[in-house]
């Protein structure tokens, strides 16, 4: 039997908010230039994110946004890491 992540959603949890959702895109856009290039997840990038996908969030949705979105990037530099060690240590 497959084990699911700590984290996996159940059928008795709420929805994911509007600013998680956002923070998951602008994520997902930060680091959409290939795994050399990491683009901040700062307010100047979330601003022009958002331009450039025509979302409207407000200032207060904005440090929701960019709180969520940098432990999110924090993670998926974690794994990439991780992933590049394992296979650094994996024998040829």
């Known amino acids: ?3 699911l992540p700590k984290d996996a959603p159940s059928l008795f949890d709420a929805p994911p908010s509007p600013s998680y959702l956002h923070a998951k895109e602008f994520v997902r856009w930060c680091c ?7 683009n ?5 990038n979330l601003r022009y994110w958002t331009r450039k996908n025509k979302v409207k969030i407000g200032d207060r949705e904005e ?3 960019l709180n969520a979105a940098r432990a999110m990037l ?3 530099v ?5 992933k590049a060690a394992a296979k650094f240590d994996a024998p040829n």
């Open 78 to 82: 974690e794994q990439s890491v991780r």
């Open 74 to 76: 924090l993670k998926h």
């Open 32 to 38: 959409s230039f290939g795994n050399e290039f990491r």
């Open 63 to 65: 440090a929701e946004i």
């Open 1 to 3: 039997m497959r084990e």
């Open 40 to 44: 901040s997840p700062d307010a100047a």
